[in-house]
């Protein structure tokens, strides 16, 4: 049941734990479509810098809200997240097929402005590279990056899956291109987990991905300029799994090169660092760093 909060907003209770509250909402814009955001808060008050995530292809909200949101929320956090236009629940999704990276950048700006201040970004594989592409452009406490594609976005990356992966590759154009297909076949086939997480949780998680825009992977194969975080003073931690067949631990380590950041590679776990077996001590890690530096 929603609750109109009297601006038009409407508001989705979804769980109260030991935390605290788990609340989610439909962003609503009056220019561009309404977008779905998930909170969770501590029961006391909120230490450092919020916390805000952004998913990847195929994903949403929800892959944060799993696992991260209430950890972080126990940790004393305010953690948010929100779903990309056509994504998760957010509206657009009959104009999936024509978004682009600067739609998606449009997305996650409204998303940093409803934070209130400046928050710790928090970007997964190709909401990493989003992440990236706004260094400089808006105030940050800091970045973490999980399984990013690399400054350069997906050229290289995408012709190696191609030649060392085909049956991925081809399994995740279909899920661009065709109607009504998302990814299902290749996570449930363990491509984008471990073999840690169980088969039934995998083809789970798999059967709730979204699909994806073809313009948005297109434009993501080309480089565009983006500064490096060292050159903003912006702190800012690599994280990338060593079992990850997209994203290897030698892109990862380049990426962190780039921008002058801390690099972690997280053993016996795959390119869904937060969904994946072990995902809470990839969220334990995110914050020690955070709190090792005051953010």
């Given at each position: 049941m929603t609750q109109d909060n009297g601006t038009g907003v409407h508001r989705f209770p979804v769980a109260a734990g030991p935390e605290g509250p788990t609340v989610s909402d439909m962003m609503a814009r009056p220019?561009?479509?309404?977008?779905?955001?998930v909170e969770a808060r501590p029961l006391g008050q909120p230490r450092g810098a919020p916390l805000l995530f952004v998913h990847g292809a195929f994903g949403g909200a929800w892959i944060w809200q799993e696992i991260f949101l209430p950890h972080l929320a126990r940790r004393g956090r305010r953690a948010l997240a929100f779903s990309?236009?056509?994504?998760?629940?957010?509206?657009?999704?009959?104009?999936?097929?024509?978004?682009?990276?600067?739609?998606?950048?449009?997305?996650?700006?409204?998303?940093?402005?409803?934070?209130?201040?400046?928050?710790?970004l928090v970007g997964h594989s190709l909401g990493a590279l989003l992440a990236q592409r706004l260094i400089g452009q808006v105030p940050l406490r800091g970045l973490v990056l999980l399984a990013?594609?690399?400054?350069?976005?997906?050229?290289?990356?995408?012709?190696?899956?191609?030649?060392?992966d085909p049956g991925f590759w081809v399994e995740a154009l279909?899920?661009?291109?065709?109607?009504?297909?998302g990814p299902a076949v290749a996570?449930?086939?363990?491509?984008?987990?471990?073999?840690?997480?169980?088969?039934?949780?995998?083809?789970?998680?798999?059967?709730?991905?979204?699909?994806?825009?073809?313009?948005?992977?297109?434009?993501?194969?080309?480089?565009?300029?983006?500064?490096?975080?060292?050159?903003?003073?912006?702190?800012?931690?690599?994280?990338?799994?060593?079992?990850?067949?997209?994203?290897?631990?030698a892109t990862t380590w380049r990426t962190a090169l780039y921008h002058g950041a801390q690099h972690r590679t997280?053993?016996?776990?795959?390119?869904?660092?937060?969904?994946?077996?072990?995902?809470?001590?990839?969220?334990?890690?995110?914050i020690d760093w955070a709190d090792e530096r005051g953010l």
């Open positions: 220019d561009g479509p309404a977008l779905e955001w990309l236009r056509g994504h998760g629940r957010s509206q657009g999704a009959r104009q999936l097929k024509k978004a682009s990276l600067a739609d998606y950048l449009y997305d996650l700006r409204a998303a940093i402005a409803r934070c209130g201040e400046p928050p710790i990013p594609l690399p400054p350069d976005g997906l050229a290289l990356v995408g012709a190696r899956i191609a030649l060392t279909a899920g661009a291109l065709l109607p009504g297909r996570l449930s086939r363990h491509w984008l987990f471990s073999e840690g997480l169980s088969f039934e949780r995998a083809r789970a998680y798999a059967a709730r991905m979204s699909a994806e825009s073809p313009v948005a992977l297109a434009e993501a194969h080309w480089p565009a300029p983006t500064v490096p975080a060292a050159l903003m003073g912006l702190p800012a931690l690599v994280v990338g799994g060593a079992r990850d067949r997209m994203i290897w631990p997280v053993p016996d776990i795959a390119h869904f660092l937060q969904l994946d077996y072990g995902a809470e001590g990839v969220a334990r890690l995110l």
